[in-house]
Each structure stands twice: as C-alpha cells, then as structure tokens.
C-alpha cells in the first residue's frame, strides 16, 4: 500500500498473471442480419418478393428477438412494366338491326 505495509497475497496478483490474462473479449449482443430483396415475382400486377433474414451472434432466433422483432422475409409488391394489352378481333354485332353490342 501507499505506507510501504505489503499487501496480503490473496490482494495481490504479480504483472505476469495480469500480462499474460489479455483483455477480456466481449461477445457482441445478437443481432438480425437482413439480406436485399429480390425481384418482384410478377412483371405484371401484384407479387411478392423475399429477402434472408438470419439471426447473427446468437445460438437460436430467440436470442435475436429479445433483442429485436424479426423483420419480415416476404413482402407484397406490384409491377406494371411486364404488362401488355392484347387485342383481339371483333366479333360479329349482338343484332341485325338498330342499336347493338
């Protein structure tokens, strides 16, 4: 101590024990690891597109969510581009005389 006593050998611990122990490595709190969505399923009109969503850091899925809720894996998208109308012919009119359909 500061007054030159020594201190008692359970207080103690020699710099080598302390040198050769390194930090303490902490292990990271579990997290969710989202990957990209994919392409929307359907070109034209409504679909679905997915993405991995894996729990990082954690021994099960359960670790994440006391962490955290677990982001969606599946979700609704709709497109228009791979759209085309098609036409066909006229059919004959619904009547021979007057007003028809």
Known sequence: DEFGAPLPSS????PAAI???GPVARKAAPRWAIGEWSHCDNACGDGHKIREV????????????????????????RLYAGCQWSASDWGSCSTTCGSGI
């Open 19 to 21: 040198a050769s122990s």
């Open 54 to 77: 894996t729990c990082e850091g954690g021994d099960s899925p359960e670790d994440c969510e006391r962490q955290a809720s677990r982001p969606a894996t599946k979700e609704k998208c």
């Open 11 to 14: 207080e103690f611990l020699p």
